[in-house]
């Protein structure tokens, strides 16, 4: 069991807590403070999602009340994915991440979790934060928001990050540590990047700090689709124009951001991760991407969700039959509704058909009930 853990500090990385506790420990070797802390012989303590959880709070002295939900919503960067992952996948992630048997079996299995060009190796800090955190706490620390992959700026202070020399998969170390001489500006970048990355850097954290934000990625792309159609990127109908959007993005961003993100493929014959955004969710993507792709769109991921999800250009059946004639005029009965766009302005056009026969037709999209 162990003597004594220090406390979380606000957004501190759980790996950090146990960085500082391994200074103050003064361990030989990086695995024997993770053998102690985790119960386990890896070399290793994730950033993004750490374990096992349960094994590490019964090693903890029975006066502390650590949580274990609250431990992974608030010291880790599960809060930052889960709004764009299936509930199922995100409580399969929490029990990987708790020590108990999961169908994920390491964060690996989610391909785009593990983008070379997207997630640094090395842990990252603000220069500023950490002066702030030494004059209020003694000491500094890694914050989660800085660690997020995509984020180069701080969101706070506006300033370019520094990250460490060493990386977190080879032992553990401190902010204190690095900043003894073991920081470096994380990347050169370009001036035409510096708006984009730091509205990016502003929207990842917004999301970080929200971990109610439901996890439904059907209704995230049912937003997109509205936000596309009002663009004229799109039909009310649900089509998208898929060369216009990559043209446009193209236009939005420079290619520098683009290569920095792995997305730099904008034909649409070939697989852009915006494409896939835009079209019905069938895979989850990175996070990165999304927030690339509410910027784009022109709103800001703390507005996002505010916006009702899309239930199409004519909500959702069933629809009245106007059959006057029959017992069931009026009543919400009719099943089908066909869409088409129109070859002019593009507004959708539906076709409704009863079991009774009758049909009629609707120019949309519908902007209430009443109509």
């Known amino acids: 069991m162990l003597p004594y853990f220090p406390a979380a500090y606000p957004d501190e990385l759980f790996y950090s807590r146990c960085a500082r506790y391994a200074d103050w420990a003064a361990y030989p070797t990086?695995?024997?403070?993770?053998?102690?802390?985790?119960?386990k012989t890896s070399p290793t303590i994730a950033i993004d999602f750490p374990r096992p959880f349960e094994a590490f709070v019964a090693e903890l002295p029975p006066a502390y009340q650590e949580d274990i939900n609250h431990l992974i919503n608030t010291s880790t960067l599960l809060p930052f994915y889960a709004p764009f992952l299936t509930a199922s996948r995100g409580q399969d992630l929490r029990q990987f991440m708790r020590g108990q048997k999961s169908p994920v079996r390491s964060s690996g299995v989610l391909g785009w979790l593990v983008n070379k060009s997207v997630r640094s190796p090395y842990p990252s800090l603000c220069l500023a934060c950490a002066e702030e955190d030494q004059t209020r706490y003694g000491e500094s620390y890694w914050h989660r928001v800085h660690q997020i992959p995509g984020v180069f700026w701080c969101p706070v202070h506006e300033l370019l990050l520094h990250r460490s020399t060493i990386s977190w998969a080879d032992r553990l170390i401190s902010a204190d540590q690095a900043r003894n001489g073991q920081l470096v500006p994380v990347e050169a970048i370009q001036s035409e990047e510096q708006g984009a990355l730091l509205q990016?850097?502003?929207?990842?954290?917004?999301?970080?700090?929200?971990?109610?934000?439901?996890?439904?990625?059907?209704?995230?792309?049912?937003?997109?689709?509205l936000l596309l159609a009002n663009r004229r990127l799109g039909s009310f109908s649900g089509q998208i124009w898929e060369e216009t959007l990559l043209k446009a993005l193209h236009e939005f961003y420079p290619i520098s951001l683009l290569n920095r993100f792995n997305c730099q493929t904008l034909q649409a014959q070939q697989p852009s991760p915006f494409i896939k955004l835009a079209r019905p969710f069938r895979h989850a993507q990175h996070p990165a991407y999304h927030l690339l792709f509410m910027q784009f769109l022109g709103i800001?991921?703390?507005?996002?969700?505010?916006?009702?999800?899309?239930?199409?250009?004519?909500?959702?059946?069933?629809?009245?039959?106007?059959?006057?004639?029959?017992?069931?005029?009026?009543?919400?009965?009719?099943q089908t509704c066909h869409i088409r766009s129109s070859n002019t302005d593009g507004r959708p056009t539906a076709t409704f058909r009863c079991q009774c026969g009758f049909g009629y037709q609707r120019i949309g999209p519908d902007r209430g009930p009443l109509d």
């Open 30 to 39: 990086t695995r024997t403070a993770i053998k102690e802390l985790l119960g």
């Open 200 to 225: 990016f850097a502003k929207d990842a954290a917004w999301v970080l700090g929200n971990n109610d934000l439901p996890c439904d990625p059907e209704a995230i792309q049912r937003r997109y689709a």
């Open 300 to 334: 800001e991921a703390s507005r996002f969700w505010d916006i009702p999800p899309w239930p199409g250009p004519f909500g959702t059946g069933p629809w009245p039959c106007l059959n006057p004639t029959a017992q069931h005029y009026q009543e919400c009965v009719v």
